[in-house]
């Protein structure tokens, strides 16, 4: 018969959920394991349920601004010291054999330091089990009266199940039963005293709900990773466990006594699941032979004696449970050949070496080599962990480096949604192993924030449950009526009773012998007693076709009720399968729809991340161009600023200008005018004035040998009113004046003298005097091109600086020029004058001097002769 093949559970390729409850974080528990000897020194400290607490010890003391450190870890729960291995198999390992019952994977492994506990916590001691000999307890107390016969299921060499019938598995096991060494049957197998004690369980512990419609079957296989090889613990090949593989010059030991066992290959199947190709698998029934396998593989497992550990792992242990179930038929008697419905769940239970430093177990040569293969493996597992954390924290999509060891890439499938993963951190408390201690915590910690997806449930058969017990029920109603007297009940056996009775009535035989020839009793007693059989015979037959009769009757009846039934059930099925080819199709309309819907939602999906992906450089693009007109525009705003400033200063700059050079043309124009009226004005008066004597007009030697006292020239007519003077009203009447006057200055004897009342005068400007007045005044003196002496009066207003000090801004310059009558030339001067035209040129040269004293002397001035003044616009600052 063909053998059914069953692929192992794998969970369908589904997208990152976003429902958070579709993923499981892996569960970490700390075991802290109890001091070796009472007056050591420990570091670690069991807060609560769920925390633990390290802290330095005193060699090892960080001090933090002068305050002890001390460091909390929390976890899902901690063990501590006084902890029971029950206890500790119904919290951390329980739920996986429960999974495993159910069809799902499950991995558990402990981690920690060398000397930590944690191949007592996996083994356990005597008359004190482990993890390890407890789950494979529970799951033979749970399948028990569930399993399989040997050889029914058979694994293949590409990690998966094969289903055989009764049959082949009877020829199986004949075939293995034919070996030269058989194997002794489980139940007269004794247990080896070495271990009896360790699963000698008294909770008897099993899973609730067992579907009780299928069968089981459990397969174990022990390997070990050792110097990142896999090595098979339970093939049967001449191996020293001892004897080592290097010598001490690290050579290849040259012994042909000595063949060291192959590695093994990792291999993945179709499913992408990781297995160990070629690995011995032997099926088992029972807890004891399961725990026998076990320990065949232990003896074989690398251990040494180090400086920390007297019995130091030297490799990574994986022992590997493998639970083959199927339903049974709807009859509940065989084993369903339907190769889908067939399920291979897996549970490892890893002890992992511990981590050392080389430094404290002063190992060297292949101690060195085996602890340097520890720590890289170990140092993968947590880049591993780390990778896969920082990818569902952050988004990234990094590469998790499972190849770069054995161990993770044996079990990357956990990780990645293949089952629950646990771990156990075991710990030492002893304060020599601090450090180390403290990289287990952060490691563990970090570990809980990884999250592994939840596996689905099995499909169910869709058989009626409750079979087996009900073929099990009729088995034993058909052997109670065989044991009985047969038959039916009723009729036959009233007509077995009437048969029975005719039977015993029968009249016995008379005897047969002949003594004498004239005996003619005999042979008549002989013929009547078969006369009366042979009616007795025809009775009985008449009554068995009687009977055959009826029966045929029966039959009739009974097959024409059948034809009818099967035609009714016929009809049914016809209807239930045109019912179920409609909803099949449906089924695959509605597939074709989905996977439909599922591409163009992968479309719109990459459409919508490419749309994103734009919107986002149009937006950043958007930002930048934005953030670029507004700068242009904070700029274009500045230079606008600017350039007003610019315009207004320039124009205020101009307006000044025009304003001063008016309002200098209009003093020009005025004076010019007001000269004209004067001149006019005297001729006026010279003309109407009658002659006297002519004036003799001093010479220029003698005025500059001896200064002639000036004065206002008298009117030339003394019946003519004479001009009168307006004195001009001073602009810094009310204001303090600072009049500077140069020592160098000269004394003038002018009528005309500069006079400020309230004024501080100063012979140099200081910044005391100025910060007194409000007005400002320079008496500057030069000679002018006749020769004379031209004082300018230099005026200014005084303001206070931002700096505190003291300003003066010029507004207006005063000029007093003091000039000889006689020093001003003829117009026109003949080389012979006659003395009739002398006259007349002499009379002509007084008045013309007249005239110009007169014009020298602004109209409206109180200053006297020879003083001019030139207003200038006063500029204000911008």
Avoid at 24 to 38: F, H, I, M, N
Avoid at 76 to 92: A, M, P
Avoid at 556 to 585: A, C, H, R, W
Wanted: glycine letters at 6%; one cysteine or more; aromatic letters at 6%.
């Amino acid at each position: 018969m063909k053998a059914a093949r069953a692929k192992t559970p794998r969970r369908p390729a589904l997208k990152k959920p976003s429902n958070p409850s579709l993923k499981d974080p892996v569960g970490v528990y700390c075991r802290v394991r109890p001091l070796s000897r009472p007056d050591q020194e420990c570091c670690i400290e069991v807060i609560n349920e769920t925390t633990v607490q390290i802290h330095p010890p005193d060699g090892y003391r960080i001090f933090r601004n002068g305050e002890y450190r001390e460091t909390q870890y929390s976890f899902k729960e901690v063990f501590g010291t006084l902890v029971v291995q029950k206890k500790l198999f119904d919290v951390v390992a329980k739920p996986l054999v429960e999974d495993l019952i159910r069809g799902k994977n499950g991995l558990l492994f402990t981690y920690g330091v060398t000397g930590s506990g944690k191949t007592h916590t996996m083994t356990g001691s005597p008359g004190d089990g482990g993890l390890l000999p407890r789950c494979l307890d529970m799951i033979f107390n749970s399948i028990g009266p569930f399993q399989a016969k040997r050889f029914v299921f058979k694994l293949d060499d590409k990690n998966g199940v094969d289903v055989q019938c009764e049959v082949d598995a009877l020829l199986e096991r004949q075939k293995r039963d034919a070996m030269p060494v058989p194997k002794t049957p489980s139940g007269k197998r004794q247990i080896d005293p070495e271990f009896a004690d360790m699963i000698n369980m008294q909770d008897h512990c099993k899973v609730e709900e067992v579907d009780e419609d299928n069968v089981y079957s459990v397969f174990v296989s022990y390997i070990e990773i050792y110097n990142n090889y896999i090595y098979d613990l339970l093939e049967e090949t001449p191996f020293d466990a001892i004897k080592p593989k290097w010598n001490n010059c690290n050579t290849p030991v040259r012994n042909g006594d000595f063949i060291p066992p192959q590695s093994k290959i990792l291999r993945e199947d179709q499913n992408h699941n990781m297995y160990v190709t070629g690995c011995t698998e032997v099926e088992v029934k029972s807890t004891e032979e399961a725990f026998e396998v076990f320990w065949r593989g232990q003896k074989k497992r690398r251990i040494a004696n180090t400086q920390l550990n007297r019995e130091s792992s030297r490799s990574h242990s994986v022992f590997i449970i493998k639970l083959a179930q199927a339903p049974l038929d709807a009859d509940g008697d065989n084993v369903l050949q339907e190769k889908e419905q067939i399920t291979l769940s897996q549970l490892s239970l890893v002890d992992l070496a511990g981590s050392e430093r080389t430094n404290r177990t002063k190992a060297e040569g292949n101690r060195l080599r085996e602890a340097g293969n520890i720590n890289q493996s170990l140092m993968t597992l947590r880049t591993c962990i780390e990778v896969l954390r920082e990818n569902q924290m952050y988004g990234t999509n990094k590469m998790v480096p499972y190849r770069d060891s054995k161990l993770t890439h044996l079990f990357k499938n956990y990780f990645d949604g293949e089952g629950k993963v646990r771990m156990i951190v075991c710990v030492n408390p002893k304060a020599e192993d601090y450090e180390e201690s403290l990289q287990v915590m952060r490691f563990a910690e970090m570990t809980q924030e990884v999250e592994v997806a939840r596996p689905v449930d099995r499909p169910l058969c869709g058989l009626t449950p409750g079979r087996r017990f009900r073929n099990q029920a009729f088995r034993e109603e058909l052997s109670r009526k065989l044991e009985m007297r047969g038959g039916p009940i009723n009729g036959e056996r009233e007509e077995q009773s009437v048969s029975e009775m005719f039977l015993q009535n029968f009249p016995p035989l008379p005897s047969c012998e002949l003594l004498d020839v004239n005996d003619d009793q005999t042979l008549p007693k002989l013929i009547e007693v078969l006369e009366k059989r042979h009616k007795l015979r025809q009775m009985l037959s008449e009554e068995f076709a009687k009977n055959v009769l009826a029966f045929k009757t029966m039959l009739q009846e009974f097959d024409s009720s059948v034809v009818s039934k099967e035609n009714y059930i016929q009809g049914k099925l016809s209807e239930k399968e045109k019912t179920i080819t409609g909803q099949k199709m449906e089924l695959e309309r509605l597939e074709k729809k989905i996977k439909t819907l599922e591409y163009k939602i992968e479309i719109l999906e990459k459409t919508a991340t490419i749309y994103e992906e734009d919107k986002r450089n149009l937006q950043q693009e958007l930002e930048s161009k934005s953030q670029k007109l507004q700068r242009q525009a904070s700029d274009k705003r500045r230079l606008e600023a600017r350039l007003q400033g610019m315009v207004a200063e320039t124009t205020m700059k101009w307006e000044k200008e025009c304003e001063r050079r008016v309002a200098a043309k209009q003093l020009e124009m005025q004076n010019k005018l007001w000269v004209k009226d004067e001149k006019l004005k005297q001729l006026k008066a010279i003309v109407t004035e009658p002659k006297n004597e002519k004036p003799e007009r001093p010479s220029r030697e003698r005025d500059r040998e001896k200064p002639v006292q000036r004065s206002v020239s008298p009117s030339p007519v003394p019946n003519a009113p004479p001009v009168r003077l307006r004195h001009r009203r001073s602009r810094s009447a009310g204001e303090r004046w600072v009049d500077h006057k140069p020592p160098s200055n000269l004394p003038t004897e002018t009528v005309m003298q500069p006079h400020v009342p309230h004024a501080i005068t100063v012979a140099a400007a200081s910044e005391k005097a100025l910060a007194k007045c409000d007005k400002y005044m320079l008496t500057h003196q030069e000679l002018a091109s006749d020769g004379e002496i031209e004082t300018k009066l230099i005026k200014g207003d005084v303001f206070k600086t931002r700096g505190g000090g003291q300003a003066v801004q010029f507004t207006e310059i005063e000029t007093l020029k003091q000039e000889s009558p006689t020093g001003r030339k003829r117009r026109s001067s003949p080389s012979n004058p006659d003395p009739a035209e002398d006259a007349a040129e002499s009379e002509w040269t007084d008045v013309e001097t007249r005239c110009s004293v007169a014009v020298e002397m602004r109209a409206g001035s109180a200053l006297g002769p020879g003083y001019q003044h030139h207003a200038q616009p006063k500029r204000r600052k911008p």
